[in-house]
């Protein structure tokens, strides 16, 4: 199951910003071995900066029970060396990633529910 999980590429001795929102519920993006957690809530954006020191494989996931498909929400995070990364890069299309990941599609296009 690991091997299929979406995974985040990051250059090794350069600096990330993290710009870290959420469009439904609290959640949290960890990367243990980063030692760093940030809470992502509806409406407000935060920010993780981090620099990876060494190459590798590392785990991540929501730290903040968010709901039904909480236990879902993993991903690694590969740290490759520079090259390696742009070469990465060169592979994915641009824009934001596709539908694939999204767990409520129709969340934005809800009508707004009124009680009588």
């Known amino acids: 199951m690991v091997d299929t999980l979406p995974t985040l590429y990051l250059p090794v001795d350069q600096s990330v910003e993290f710009e870290l929102t959420s469009r439904d519920v609290i959640h949290s993006f960890w990367v243990p071995a980063f030692l760093q957690k940030r809470d ?5 954006t935060n920010y993780m900066y981090l620099t990876p020191q060494e190459t590798g494989t590392f785990h991540g996931k929501c730290a903040e029970l968010c ?7 993993l991903f690694n995070v590969e740290v490759v060396e ?3 990364f ?4 060169e ?7 596709d539908d694939t990941y999204d767990r409520n599609p129709n969340l934005h296009d809800q009508a707004t529910i009124t009680g009588g």
């Open 82 to 84: 520079e090259d390696e």
């Open 40 to 44: 992502m809530v509806p409406g407000r």
């Open 86 to 89: 742009v070469e990465h890069l």
């Open 91 to 97: 592979t994915l299309e641009e824009g934001h990633l």
């Open 67 to 73: 709901g039904e498909y909480h236990s879902n929400m």
